[in-house]
């Protein structure tokens, strides 16, 4: 008996690796045949015949010493063409070079699909390709079953706790066909990244378990949520046809997020010292939740559409070039009008996570460093002000630097946090062991230290390394979206993911000040769950457009010859 009682409270920490195994095998299928470039004609001794390049995930072809493929001819541009690996596929496009790149026998126009055997002119050299057809990824009956697997193991445990009603269980059976159903459609679909959907599923998965863990009331509304969520992300993909459309209303996303703002401070009610809760009746959400996906969007598409003069700048400054204000100045005025609203309304966790996705995506877009500078130093000036100007804060930061010295006031959430965790050792105390009671809003901000506390150290681990697949396979459906707009959309969503991730779980460890904000899909909320099934729904319908696209830009019919 006590064998399967522990089985029972170690089973999720099994599951958990057993899952990410899964997933890394699954995302590096069809990737293990190694594709190169061989040299067939050259005039050089610095690229002599037989010479050859292995692919791996993509290489830069170029006569410029940064390029992975160094081909020393005058004849070749600095960066003349890319080869990139997608969806188990090599393909190669040029990159503005000034005397073209030829593929067998035509000038590329469009990427094209790499096959074994085909020849690539550059400048005076004749590039051979070995790059054996590769399988796919292939489908996995597997992998979508986790969400639900996961589900079932950690509620038979609560359940044998008496921590769960029948009619928990049967929220949680319906909770768990929805994400296991959701996610055999997308591995079926054979399209995009499925590997999202299911990476998803078990982060919704665990937080169900620990939100009825902590509380069944919260966890029947979770249940609800989730329901919500993965029905807002369908219909993302059956009513958005396409994500460049969301190119054309770039400004009226903008719009929206700076209303929505506005009415939070004139109408909003305040919760935890932050005053960022719209109340519709009974009915409440967080708007700067929305607020942050519609953000993203106007970025990703102003900075496509500005983002060679916002590169190059006109504007001497000292050694530096910046950009005219006409085309600085709107996106300074809106960021910075948006995060001034967000300080009105004293949500400085999502101010703070709003102006490091900012950061990230300009520099991602103009790939200057000095504007990274620039935010470093404003974010230095602001979070003086913020110090000196709203009591929180201070409050906030005092704990941050000693919690001990307010163990029985301020400090005390955060002590307790740290207690948690550091009671989990390795291996936890297994599910259902752990003390939540002690630890004040554990259901919301501080689920990361129950998990932890439960789970141990390894199932800490766990949850950041599939955080980490996740923002993984979100900037790697950037990296092969051959559109500027896409990338751009799945870098911001990509960091969002992340950056949220870090704010908080830095947060819980004491490791940064406490923010107030919610940990992607394993916190309890309704607008934060919404909004990143949002958000995932269009980075999933981004990685199906991508692969697509490069299909049909691959076919023979294709190639055009001129």
């Known amino acids: 008996m006590v064998w399967v009682i522990l089985i029972l409270k170690y089973l999720l920490l099994f599951l958990i690796f057993l899952f990410i195994s899964a997933a890394l095998l699954k995302s590096r299928a069809g990737g293990k045949k190694r594709a190169a470039l061989v040299v067939l004609r050259s005039g050089s001794t610095a690229a002599p015949e037989g010479k050859r390049w292995e692919l791996g995930k993509g290489v830069i072809l170029g006569r410029g010493g940064d390029c992975t493929v160094n081909l020393p001819d005058p004849y070749v541009s600095s960066r003349h063409a890319r080869i990139i690996l997608q969806e188990g596929k090599y393909y190669i496009n040029d990159l503005g070079s000034t005397n073209g790149t030829i593929y067998e026998g035509h000038h590329l126009t469009t990427p094209q699909i790499l096959r074994h055997g085909s020849q690539i002119k550059i400048g005076r050299l004749v590039l051979q390709v070995e790059a054996p057809e590769q399988s796919g990824t292939g489908r996995s009956f597997w992998l979508p079953l986790f969400p639900g697997i996961i589900l079932c193991a950690g509620s038979l445990e609560l359940y044998r706790e008496q921590l769960l009603s029948g009619h928990d269980i049967t929220m949680l059976v319906t909770a768990a ?42 966890g029947l509304r979770q249940a609800y949520w989730v329901a919500a969520g993965y029905t807002l992300f369908w219909l993302v993909q059956i009513f958005l046809s396409e994500y460049k459309r969301l190119l054309d209303y770039k400004y009226i996303f903008m719009v929206l997020s700076i209303v929505f703002l506005i009415f939070t401070i004139a109408f ?90 900012f950061l990230v995506m300009v520099y991602i877009a103009t790939e200057r460093s000095y504007f990274l500078l620039m935010g470093m130093g404003l974010f230095s000036i602001g979070a003086v002000l913020m110090y000196y100007i709203f009591p929180h804060v201070q409050s906030r930061i005092l704990i941050y630097l000693n919690p001990w010295r307010q163990i029985e006031g301020a400090g005390y959430q955060i002590v307790q946090s740290l207690f948690a965790i550091g009671g989990g050792g390795l291996f936890g105390q297994g599910l259902g062991s752990g003390f939540p009671k002690l630890i004040p809003a554990v259901h919301t901000d501080f689920i990361f230290s129950l998990i932890t506390e439960e789970l141990g150290l390894l199932g800490a681990l766990g949850i950041l390394g599939i955080y980490l697949l996740l923002v993984w396979m979100g900037l790697k459906i950037s990296l092969n979206t051959a559109d500027g707009f896409g990338g751009l959309l799945a870098c911001g969503f990509s960091s969002i993911i992340a950056l949220q991730t870090l704010i908080i779980v830095g947060g819980v460890i004491n490791l940064i000040p406490l923010t107030g904000i919610p940990l992607p899909f394993l916190s309890y909320g309704g607008s934060s769950f919404l909004s990143n099934c949002f958000l995932m729904g269009i980075l999933y319908k981004i990685s199906v457009e991508s692969a697509r696209d490069a299909e049909e830009q691959g076919a023979p019919h294709a190639v055009a010859a001129q």
């Open 268 to 357: 909003g009610v305040e919760a935890g010292g932050a005053r960022s809760w719209l109340s519709l009746g009974s009915f409440r959400f967080q708007a700067s939740e929305f607020v942050k996906v519609f953000m993203v969007i106007f970025l990703a598409g102003y900075l496509e559409e500005n983002k060679e003069i916002l590169r190059v700048g006109t504007l001497k400054f000292g050694r530096f070039y910046l950009p005219d204000w006409p085309y600085l100045g709107p996106l300074l005025a809106i960021c910075g009008l948006s995060l001034l609203l967000l300080v009105f309304q004293k949500d400085l966790g999502m101010a703070m996570l709003f102006f490091a996705i």
């Open 177 to 218: 066909l929805i994400l296991v159903v959701s996610s055999f459609i997308a591995e079926y679909r054979n399209q995009g990244s499925p590997l999202l959907i299911h990476l998803v599923g078990v982060l919704a998965a665990l937080g169900l378990i620990y939100i009825y863990r902590v509380n069944p009331y919260y």
